[in-house]
């Protein structure tokens, strides 16, 4: 009975062989690439996708990623044999990758008779992650212009990246779209504006990887001199000007009166010498068109000017002074004070990425050397000054913060065994400094990599970054 069994069970068994085999060699289809996504641009440490369709009656059962280099041996079995299967594979580029190498990976599909077919991809690693730059030559931010006889407002916009695919310009007074190639272009254009008030311009550049990049500015254009911000400053060239991340020049305080608004502005500041020299200014990064000093003929009486040239409010001594100008007399007033607020033994730079040398940064941690960002334990102390209290300076370097992939930025703190008093920015203007509250300030990428000096008053909690 077993030997008659066993017989049976050899028969069947021969004839399913035999049918699989007779089903392998009837199928004479093979897969076909439906789509293909054959050269991929990524960066090492980067997950890309593998992407395809692929196709074939008969079914398909398998599909096989291969690049040894890379340890990639990846196959991925379809039991439910699809006749169009959409491939899309992450992987995660070895962080030991060189940059801008050239990997050839190969896929494979396979049908359930055991045809295939081969395709490659070339991946690139030389993703552009960059956003493209914007120069803003004219108008300058936040200005105002007198209305006139026309050209009040003249566009000068130069944009740059390594390859540059479209220009848009948005506002209620001109929309405009430009598809653009190479790595700058140059935008002008004059308008004429017929109505007061506030114009604002958002200005977006994309590349050809898909970066993007917007700036906004506003101009008023008014029929008198009113101004909604005014900046006093003691350098004397645009170039000085713009030669920092922020805080030149410094903000002042507008009068919110109903009959002061947009002519009354206070500015406090510190004379580090006697006889230093002022002026005010309406736009943040130029003296033109509009710079007011001080008449040399007429004591506490303002003088307007176009350029740096205009003669400077002289402060006489050293130390803080509060000064105010008044557009409706044209008049203003320089006062010195003595502030009554508490001096800081200490303050400390916490964060990511800010480096006192090669090896020292905010990420290290100053008692055992291990890595530990933004941390009272890893904050690096400032310089103090030695003529005042509260004010303090160190020279860092921003980088990129190796091996972490979280923001590069700072805050600063007074204490080196606990988070308070500590300082953050003001989202808005990241030159004023906010006790125990505020926003971490983040680099950009474009801010990486350089080297600064940072100035910090604690009494004005004001913070200018100057490149050094």
Not at 337 to 350: C, E, S
Not at 374 to 394: A, C, E, M, R, V
């Amino acid at each position: 009975m077993k030997t008659s069994l066993l017989f049976v069970v050899c028969i069947v068994m021969t004839i399913m062989s035999c049918n699989d085999e007779d089903d392998s060699q009837g199928i004479n289809s093979t897969p076909e690439f439906i789509s293909f996504v054959d050269a991929i641009s990524s960066l090492p440490g980067e997950t890309l996708t593998f992407e395809a369709g692929i196709s074939d009656p008969a079914g398909i059962k398998s599909i096989n990623i291969k690049y040894e280099s890379w340890f990639l041996d990846k196959t991925i079995f379809k039991d439910s044999l699809p006749d169009v299967y959409e491939l899309a594979y992450d992987f995660i580029v070895p962080d030991d990758a060189e940059m801008n190498s050239v990997h050839t990976i190969v896929i494979t599909a396979y049908n359930v008779g055991g045809n295939q077919i081969t395709k490659n991809v070339v991946v690139t690693l030389d993703k552009d992650v960059t956003n493209p730059t914007i120069q803003i030559v004219s108008p300058t931010n936040q200005s105002t212009v007198l209305i006139g006889d026309g050209n009040e407002i003249v566009l000068d916009i130069t944009v740059s990246d390594a390859e540059l695919a479209e220009f848009k310009i948005e506002s209620s007074v001109l929309n405009e779209t430009k598809a653009i190639s190479g790595e700058t272009y140059n935008y002008i254009r004059a308008l004429d504006i017929s109505t007061l008030g506030n114009y604002e311009f958002a200005i977006t550049v994309t590349d050809a990887s898909g970066n993007i990049r917007t700036e906004t500015i506003s101009v008023n254009v008014l029929d008198e001199l009113l101004f909604e911000v005014m900046y006093i400053t003691d350098v004397t060239s645009n170039a000085a000007l713009n030669d920092d991340l922020f805080g030149v020049p410094y903000s002042t305080i507008a009068s919110t009166a109903s009959t002061e608004d947009g002519y009354v502005f206070t500015g406090k500041y510190y004379s580090s010498t006697p006889n230093s020299e002022v002026r005010f200014i309406p736009q943040q990064t130029a003296f033109e068109p509009y710079s007011f000093g001080a008449d040399p003929n007429a004591m506490g009486e303002l003088i307007l000017g176009n350029d740096a040239s205009v003669s400077p409010i002289v402060v006489p001594g050293v130390g803080y002074y509060e000064i105010t100008m008044d557009l409706r007399d044209q008049s203003y007033v320089v006062e010195p004070y003595v502030p009554i607020d508490t001096a800081f033994d200490q303050v400390y730079v916490l964060g990511r990425g800010v480096y006192l040398d090669a090896t020292s940064s905010t990420c290290v941690d100053n008692s055992d050397g291990s890595t530990r960002c933004w941390h009272f334990l890893s904050g690096k102390p400032f310089i103090p000054d030695s003529n005042n209290p509260y004010l303090w300076t160190i020279d860092v370097t921003a980088q990129d913060q190796p091996d972490d992939n979280g923001a590069n930025g700072f805050i600063l703190n007074a204490n080196p065994e606990g988070w308070g008093p500590f300082w953050r920015v003001d989202a808005n203007d990241p030159s004023v400094t906010i006790p125990n509250a505020g926003a971490n300030y983040v680099f950009d990428d474009s801010s990486l990599n350089k080297d600064y000096t940072f100035v910090f008053d604690t009494h004005l909690n004001r913070l200018v970054v100057k490149n050094r």
